[in-house]
């Protein structure tokens, strides 16, 4: 199982929060974190936020990020979407 838990955040409180998991070892680990990143924002009833180069480092360094208004093509009204992996796919062969 593949699981991430997104969390809204706003002046260090958590506004929202959410896991999402997906099943299957057909998608790739990145086609797995674009898809739960989609069904994270469509729950959220935000717009998918832009990878930046902060994010993309900050995610392979850590399997963390934080999407701030400049990932953002709307205006948020929270601080920031907090993206972390908490649950990772093993293949034993």
Not at 42 to 64: C, G, M, Q, Y
Not at 68 to 80: L, R, W
Request: aromatic share 12%; charged share 30%; hydrophobic share 40%.
């Amino acid at each position: 199982m593949f699981r991430i838990w997104g969390k809204i955040i706003k002046e260090n409180h958590l506004l929202k929060d959410s896991v999402i998991c997906l099943e299957g070892h057909e998608m790739s680990r990145t086609k797995k974190v674009y898809t739960a990143l989609e069904k994270l924002c469509d729950e959220f009833d935000l717009a998918v936020p832009i990878w930046l180069d902060s994010n993309k480092t900050d995610f392979i360094n850590h399997a963390r990020t934080r999407f701030n208004q400049d990932s953002f093509m709307e205006t948020i009204d929270f601080d920031y979407l907090d993206f972390q992996v908490i649950e990772e796919d093993h293949i034993w062969e």
